[in-house]
């Protein structure tokens, strides 16, 4: 079964709006999960790592006070694409690992299109 | 810094047959993994394959096996009696092994297999 769930897996909303996507570590505590972003037909890129109970590390540009991230607890990092705008649309998908080092598990992905 | 290459945008074979992806990494660490994850239009990321780079056995996982060159920074993956259900976007990754938890993967531009009935 799934052990890492994303929600929602599918958000249609206004441009201006803001949108908060939940990526939740399902019986495991996980101190560092991953954002990532993928265009159609392009690879995953990394946006930031989201630590717990600290600060996110960004990735080189990416917009900070656009993406913000919050990891508040071991088993949940939120994702929130503050006044999103059609060109924030996209696949954003998490990951974290149920032991360091250990392969990423992955959430089902959230599909935002912003009209 | 690591990068992650992926010469195939896309790819076709008859179901049953086999059929090799090919991945070249860069990379300044000295131990580190290597990965594929398959893609299906579902989206979901799906760990197909896990080679760590100080073991200088090949990895396999049933029908998926891989051809890691280490001094070429070659990892191809080769599938063997493809099946239907094998077609998929293929990622190649590699992140960095550390003592103070989870890295980063860094992704290839992937490669589109399309198994032919």
């Known amino acids: 079964g799934a052990v890492v769930s994303q929600h929602p897996s599918w958000v249609i909303c206004k441009s201006g709006t803001s949108v908060k996507i939940e990526c939740r570590s399902l019986?495991?505590?996980?101190?560092?999960m991953f954002w990532y972003r993928q265009f159609p037909k392009q690879s995953l890129m990394l946006m930031a790592t989201?630590?717990?109970?600290?600060?996110?590390?960004?990735e080189q540009g990416v917009e900070k006070d656009k993406f913000l991230i919050n990891h508040a607890s071991l088993t949940l990092s939120t994702l929130t694409v503050t006044s999103a705008h059609p060109e924030d649309s996209s696949f954003y998908i998490c990951?974290?690992?149920?032991?360091?080092?250990?392969?990423?598990?992955f959430g089902d992905g959230t599909r935002l299109s912003i009209l | 810094a690591q990068t992650v290459t992926q010469s195939q945008p896309e790819m076709s074979v008859q179901e049953a047959e086999t059929v090799t992806l090919s991945c070249t990494y860069d990379?300044?660490?000295?131990?580190?993994?290597l990965f594929w994850y398959k893609q299906p239009p579902s989206r979901q990321m799906i760990l197909v394959i896990r080679?760590?780079?100080?073991?200088?056995q090949n990895a396999t996982e049933n029908r998926f096996s891989v051809n890691f060159q280490k001094a070429a920074k070659s990892f191809s993956l080769k599938i063997s009696d493809s099946q239907l259900g094998d077609t998929a976007m293929y990622f190649c990754a590699s992140n960095k092994i550390s003592n103070f938890g989870n890295e980063k993967l860094t992704f290839g531009t992937g490669t589109r297999l399309t198994i032919i009935p």
């Open positions: 990379t300044s660490e000295s131990n580190y993994y």
């Open positions: 080679q760590e780079a100080y073991k200088q």
């Open positions: 019986d495991f505590q996980a101190t560092t």
């Open positions: 989201s630590n717990e109970g600290s600060k996110a590390t960004y």
């Open positions: 990951s974290a690992s149920r032991v360091s080092n250990q392969p990423q598990h």
